[in-house]
């Protein structure tokens, strides 16, 4: 079992930056990041593939959102710069995919979320 603790959501003005940031207590081979606004489903924001580093994206974030991984404290980062209104969400991570990145529902172990709010 892998437990997975965020940390780092709070609130910002539109243009802002926030750096979301997720301790797992265990190595998994995908760490990733979704999001859930009320009323809505959960939504894949990036995840990144362990072994080679590699990172993907959702569209609505390409260009102003960075996955990272710090190895040394089992740690991955979410840095968010030119925060919008419609960012605003719990983000959680999840961890170990067996699946399509894109699927909630194919990761395994999930945090309990941080709250970034966006105000315009």
């Known amino acids: 079992q892998v437990q997975l603790v965020e940390s780092g959501g709070g609130s910002v003005q539109a243009g802002g930056s926030l750096r979301l940031s997720c301790v797992g207590s265990?190595?998994?081979?995908?760490m990733a990041w979704f999001r859930q606004a009320p009323g809505l489903e959960r939504e894949p924001v990036a995840a990144l593939f362990r072994g080679r580093g590699s990172t993907v994206y959702a569209d609505s974030v390409k260009g102003r959102f960075t996955i990272s991984l710090d190895n040394a404290k089992n740690t991955v980062y979410l840095q968010m710069n030119a925060l919008k209104s419609e960012d605003t969400a719990m983000y959680y991570c999840?961890?170990?995919?067996?699946?399509?990145?894109?699927?909630?529902?194919?990761?395994?172990?999930w945090g309990r979320g941080t709250q970034v709010t966006v105000s315009s």
């Open positions: 265990g190595s998994t081979n995908w």
């Open positions: 999840a961890a170990e995919l067996r699946g399509t990145w894109t699927r909630p529902q194919d990761f395994r172990y």
